[in-house]
């Protein structure tokens, strides 16, 4: 979700800040803007839509100066539009911000009282004059910035910009993640590390409500206290080489792509000669009576399939939350507790904010694809997927990723609890061996999908069935259709289909059937069958035995290669991923960058 990123730099920063945001651009967006400081004058431009529109702009209106902010924004308070489109300004000051202000309304009002009226929709236009308001009253901008975060609610990262002051910028976090990088007499300010690998390999995260006084020397950072704080400097690596197209037309179609080679590095990170190799005594599940797993949208599909190993291989109970859920119906957590919060981005605002309520009530550990994300960084143990660098607001390579870790986290659990003998351990991780080499398999079946896909995308509607561990499988295909081809589908268990949902069955609504023929697939064609009974065109997703069984009749059949059906699901998420990228390239749509959506949720 929305990105920040600011320049104290040696050259023209105009074209430094566009090429910055549109290294993250991944996050969606719906407007972006920027700020320069030119012989101490601070000036803006802003535009809505993609970032072309803004380079278009600054081509016919440029910006010089040397020391600038710039954001991309996805709408929260306010349309998208360039009235709203950040940064905002106010008087002297100039603010980009992600998050969301919650007492905006309260200071609005009060700032109106005092003559200084809002002309925007947004509550980040409030900091801006609320620090526009405490340097009339004779602050300077350090204090006036400091006095202005002081009074907000909510979550926020921010970066402040002066007239007349071109060595300078504030930066803020709180609830968003906020990085500070280091350059040679030049500095630099960004949402993540990946916006500022081009400019520097070295970069300070700010802490939970740390703020910062950025200057070309350097960086003076306080804690949440007000006392000055030591943050570590870190050194990132190269990343620019994960992100490259690879002669894929889309990034989502190089990452699924991808699934094979960062399955196999899941395995090789987290088994060794047969073993596994998790953090020594860090997650030790013998005094552990109950899991409990949160995470949000895809990742709460991870979880819900990890359910069903962990039940079955460990015997120990496992509920899974919505992230925005958990912490508001205040669940009762124990010692002998496990909360794992599952997040790609590590970011997430309503995972973030459940793993917090749960700190110091249980033990926590988390699931993330960033090594140095807030949720990675605050949990009592982080377990990557290594997944590397996703770019498509899609997820997929995550999701199996997330898939894997989980299965391998189940395993251990029996291991630990010895649920399992030996030779079944044995069997287990042996099954998980041949993921990798079966993924690559199930690509192949891109362009029979394809050529499925174009009827596809002549629907309204779209069911998708699967029981068992497929039955989240089903719940996340529809996700996927949901998201990039903007067709409305529903996921439902199987079993679930007469009780309801069969009156929606007619010729026109396509039903994906996820069905490997495992001990659930007789009782999964029998609800295929009561929907063909009803005019219903259905596209089933097997292997060769399942084809064979039952594929006659069907409007279409996908086959999948064999595969443990303990750990089909992670096989069968690449289809689920294919019908929807070649549905929305029939439909037209972005399948990169879907409306409304953005990569990383960093407000709840």
Same mark, same amino acid.
């Given at each position: 979700?929305?990105?920040?990123?600011?320049?104290?730099?040696?050259?023209?920063?105009?074209?430094?800040? &566009? %090429? *910055?945001?549109?290294?993250?651009?991944? +996050?969606?967006?719906?407007?972006?803007?920027? #700020?320069?400081?030119? =012989? @101490?004058?601070?000036?803006?431009?802003?535009?809505?839509?993609?970032?072309?529109?803004?380079?278009?702009?600054?081509?016919?209106?440029?910006?010089?100066?040397?020391?600038?902010?710039?954001?991309?924004?996805?709408?929260?308070?306010?349309?998208?539009?360039?009235?709203?489109?950040?940064?905002?300004?106010?008087?002297?000051?100039?603010?980009?911000?992600?998050?969301?202000?919650?007492?905006?309304?309260?200071?609005?009002?009060?700032?109106?009282?005092?003559?200084?009226?809002?002309?925007?929709?947004?509550?980040?236009?409030?900091?801006?004059?609320?620090?526009?308001?405490?340097?009339?009253?004779?602050?300077?901008? &350090? %204090? *006036?910035?400091?006095?202005?975060?002081? +009074?907000?609610?909510?979550?926020?990262?921010? #970066?402040?910009?002066? =007239? @007349?002051?071109?060595?300078?910028?504030?930066?803020?976090?709180?609830?968003?993640?906020?990085?500070?990088?280091?350059?040679?007499?030049?500095?630099?300010?960004?949402?993540?590390?990946?916006?500022?690998?081009?400019?520097?390999?070295?970069?300070?995260?700010?802490?939970?409500?740390?703020?910062?006084?950025?200057?070309?020397?350097?960086?003076?950072?306080?804690?949440?206290?007000?006392?000055?704080?030591?943050?570590?400097?870190?050194?990132?690596?190269?990343?620019?080489?994960?992100?490259?197209?690879?002669?894929?037309?889309?990034?989502?179609?190089?990452?699924?792509?991808?699934?094979?080679?960062?399955?196999?590095? &899941?395995?090789?990170?987290?088994?060794?000669?047969?073993?596994?190799?998790?953090?020594?005594?860090?997650?030790?599940?013998?005094?552990?009576?109950?899991?409990?797993?949160?995470?949000?949208?895809?990742?709460?599909?991870?979880?819900?399939?990890?359910?069903?190993?962990?039940?079955?291989?460990?015997?120990?109970?496992?509920?899974?939350?919505?992230?925005?859920?958990?912490?508001?119906?205040?669940?009762?957590?124990?010692?002998?507790?496990?909360?794992?919060?599952?997040?790609?981005?590590?970011?997430?605002?309503?995972?973030?904010?459940?793993?917090?309520?749960?700190?110091?009530?249980?033990?926590?550990?988390?699931?993330?694809?960033?090594?140095?994300?807030?949720?990675?960084?605050?949990?009592?143990?982080?377990?990557?997927?290594?997944?590397?660098?996703?770019?498509?607001?899609?997820?997929?390579?995550?999701?199996?990723?997330?898939?894997?870790?989980?299965?391998?986290?189940?395993?251990?659990?029996?291991?630990?609890?010895?649920?399992?003998?030996?030779?079944?351990?044995?069997?287990?991780?042996?099954?998980?061996?041949?993921?990798?080499?079966?993924?690559?398999?199930?690509?192949?079946?891109?362009?029979?999908?394809?050529?499925?896909?174009?009827?596809?995308?002549?629907?309204?509607?779209?069911?998708?069935?699967?029981?068992?561990?497929?039955?989240?499988?089903?719940?996340?295909?529809?996700?996927?259709?949901?998201?990039?081809?903007?067709?409305?589908?529903?996921?439902?268990?199987?079993?679930?289909?007469?009780?309801?949902?069969?009156?929606?069955?007619?010729?026109?609504?396509?039903?994906?059937?996820?069905?490997?023929?495992?001990?659930?697939?007789?009782?999964?064609?029998?609800?295929?069958?009561?929907?063909?009974?009803?005019?219903?065109?259905?596209?089933?997703?097997?292997?060769?035995?399942?084809?064979?069984?039952?594929?006659?009749?069907?409007?279409?059949?996908?086959?999948?290669?064999?595969?443990?059906?303990?750990?089909?699901?992670?096989?069968?998420?690449?289809?689920?991923?294919?019908?929807?990228?070649?549905?929305?390239?029939?439909?037209?749509?972005?399948?990169?960058?879907?409306?409304?959506?953005?990569?990383?949720?960093?407000?709840?």
């Amino acid at each position: 979700m929305c990105g920040i990123v600011g320049v104290l730099g040696n050259h023209e920063v105009a074209p430094i800040l &566009v %090429e *910055a945001l549109k290294r993250l651009e991944y +996050r969606g967006y719906d407007s972006a803007g920027i #700020a320069t400081i030119n =012989d @101490g004058h601070l000036d803006r431009r802003r535009a809505v839509g993609k970032l072309i529109n803004l380079s278009d702009k600054l081509v016919h209106e440029p910006l010089r100066g040397k020391s600038g902010i710039g954001h991309t924004r996805w709408a929260t308070h306010g349309s998208p539009s360039e009235g709203n489109a950040h940064p905002h300004k106010a008087g002297p000051v100039a603010v980009v911000h992600n998050g969301i202000i919650e007492n905006f309304a309260e200071l609005r009002s009060e700032l109106a009282g005092e003559g200084f009226a809002a002309e925007t929709q947004t509550d980040t236009e409030t900091v801006a004059l609320l620090a526009q308001m405490y340097i009339a009253r004779g602050m300077t901008p &350090v %204090e *006036a910035a400091f006095t202005a975060i002081d +009074r907000l609610e909510g979550a926020f990262a921010l #970066a402040f910009l002066f =007239d @007349g002051e071109a060595d300078l910028i504030v930066a803020a976090r709180k609830g968003s993640p906020l990085a500070i990088g280091w350059g040679e007499g030049e500095m630099f300010v960004g949402s993540d590390a990946f916006a500022l690998a081009p400019m520097t390999d070295r970069v300070t995260y700010l802490e939970e409500g740390d703020r910062a006084v950025v200057t070309r020397q350097g960086a003076e950072i306080f804690d949440a206290a007000g006392h000055r704080a030591n943050r570590a400097v870190t050194r990132i690596e190269d990343i620019d080489g994960q992100v490259e197209k690879g002669g894929h037309k889309h990034w989502m179609s190089k990452e699924i792509a991808e699934q094979p080679s960062v399955m196999a590095d &899941v395995l090789g990170h987290y088994l060794g000669s047969g073993t596994l190799k998790f953090p020594e005594g860090d997650l030790d599940f013998t005094g552990i009576d109950r899991v409990i797993m949160v995470a949000c949208g895809t990742g709460y599909y991870s979880c819900f399939v990890a359910k069903y190993w962990m039940e079955t291989l460990a015997q120990i109970p496992v509920e899974v939350d919505i992230a925005s859920e958990f912490r508001y119906r205040e669940p009762p957590l124990s010692d002998r507790t496990l909360a794992v919060f599952v997040s790609q981005s590590g970011e997430t605002a309503d995972t973030l904010a459940a793993m917090r309520f749960a700190a110091g009530k249980c033990r926590i550990a988390s699931i993330v694809n960033v090594a140095q994300s807030s949720i990675a960084r605050e949990a009592d143990l982080a377990l990557p997927i290594l997944a590397g660098r996703e770019i498509s607001v899609a997820s997929t390579k995550a999701f199996t990723c997330q898939l894997m870790v989980l299965a391998l986290m189940a395993i251990k659990a029996a291991a630990d609890r010895g649920t399992l003998t030996a030779a079944a351990l044995a069997d287990r991780i042996a099954a998980l061996r041949t993921l990798p080499a079966l993924a690559s398999q199930a690509l192949a079946a891109g362009p029979q999908i394809n050529a499925l896909s174009q009827e596809l995308s002549e629907a309204h509607d779209v069911l998708f069935l699967g029981r068992g561990a497929m039955y989240p499988l089903a719940l996340e295909g529809a996700l996927k259709m949901k998201e990039l081809s903007y067709i409305h589908a529903e996921g439902y268990a199987s079993g679930e289909l007469k009780h309801g949902p069969i009156a929606l069955i007619d010729s026109h609504v396509p039903v994906i059937v996820m069905a490997p023929s495992d001990h659930l697939f007789d009782k999964t064609v029998s609800n295929m069958q009561e929907v063909m009974a009803r005019g219903g065109k259905v596209l089933l997703v097997t292997d060769a035995a399942g084809a064979d069984k039952a594929g006659h009749g069907c409007w279409g059949v996908i086959r999948m290669p064999e595969a443990d059906p303990m750990f089909a699901p992670v096989l069968y998420a690449i289809p689920a991923q294919q019908i929807a990228y070649h549905t929305a390239i029939a439909k037209g749509t972005d399948v990169d960058q879907p409306r409304n959506l953005a990569k990383s949720v960093t407000v709840e």
